[in-house]
């Protein structure tokens, strides 16, 4: 009886040790409401890839991408480039394409931590028959950017973010 004491309170203190060390902090993260208008253009719609950009310029995470024909993901050619290697499944993809002219409003998340350390959004674009912008949109994720317009230079006209609380 009393050599099953000590067995009781070693295992009752790596319990508390194991637990302790299992619980860690979650980033939290912030849902942006992200609104898109393309520029007035003629053809196919535009499959678009948003993604998180680290601070050394490499894709770190896809955050949203409009166009659900996966056959056509090769041509936004960068974003493939990360997103093909890792063939991990997209949780955030949406239905058809968007086409010229229209104007598309996106939900998506970014951790609050990613904001003003020098991560980037980059809004990528590609139509079929036509051109590809790697950067049709991108800027640094700042307490500012990511309430505010940035124009893009494709096929994007602008992009417009707005926190939701």
Avoid at 54 to 60: R, T, V
Avoid at 82 to 101: L, M, V, W
Avoid at 114 to 119: A, E, M, N, P, V
Wanted: charged share 25%.
């Amino acid at each position: 009886m009393k050599r099953t004491q000590p067995f009781r309170i070693a295992t009752f203190f790596m319990l508390m040790i194991f637990m302790l060390l299992s619980f860690k902090n979650q980033p939290k993260k912030i849902t942006y409401k992200c609104m898109i208008q393309m520029i007035n253009y003629t053809g196919e719609g535009a499959y678009i890839a948003i993604s998180l950009i680290n601070p050394e310029g490499d894709y770190e995470e896809t955050l949203y991408v409009q166009g659900d024909d996966d056959e056509w993901y090769f041509d936004i050619t960068e974003w493939w480039k990360f997103q093909g290697k890792k063939r991990t499944n997209i949780d955030a993809i949406t239905g058809a394409t968007i086409s010229g002219g229209e104007r598309l409003i996106s939900i998506i998340e970014i951790e609050n931590d990613k904001i003003d350390t020098g991560y980037k959004i980059r809004f990528e674009t590609a139509v079929e028959d036509q051109d590809y912008y790697k950067n049709d949109v991108e800027f640094e994720l700042t307490s500012t950017s990511v309430k505010t317009k940035t124009e893009g230079i494709g096929f994007i006209r602008y992009v417009r973010m707005m926190p939701q609380q």
